[in-house]
Nanobody, 124 residues
Framework: QVQLVESGGGLVQAGGSLRLSCAASGRTFSSYTMGWFRQAPGKERVFVAG????????YSEDSVKGRFTISRDNARNTVYLQMNSLKPEDTAVYYC?????????????????WGQGTQVTVSS
């Protein structure tokens, strides 16, 4: 069992930055591939970025490439999402998730554990 708790969301103007954190507890965090997803009102939950257990491999969805960076600190059992140059269309609830697969998948079905989410609102 892995428990995940996100933090760092909030209200920011377009062009601003936020850093989301996801603190994990429970089973060995460093053995899990981690992902960030987001869900806008009335839309499905979609993949944003993922990172391998070692942190050596990352993958981001096209609309956030060059703006968002995923990283992890296994000593602190924490994964981060640095979000720069935010746009109003980035507004959503952001979730972190843990996957036992070694490959970074974009499908929600590949992730077993989820946090409760943190709201990010970008004003124009």
């Amino acid at each position: 069992q892995v428990q995940l708790v996100e933090s760092g969301g909030g209200l920011v103007q377009a062009g601003g930055s936020l850093r989301l954190s996801c603190a994990a507890s429970g089973r060995t965090f460093s053995s899990y591939t981690m992902g960030w997803f987001r869900q806008a009102p009335g839309k499905e939950r979609v993949f944003v970025a993922g990172i391998s257990w070692s942190g050596q491999s990352t993958y981001s969805e096209d609309s956030v490439k060059g703006r968002f960076t995923i990283s992890r600190d296994n000593a602190r059992n924490t994964v981060y999402l640095q979000m720069n140059s935010l746009k109003p269309e980035d507004t959503a609830v952001y979730y972190c998730a843990a996957s036992a697969y070694s490959i970074i998948y974009s499908s929600t079905a590949r992730y077993e554990y989820w946090g409760q989410g943190t709201q990010v609102t970008v004003s124009s």
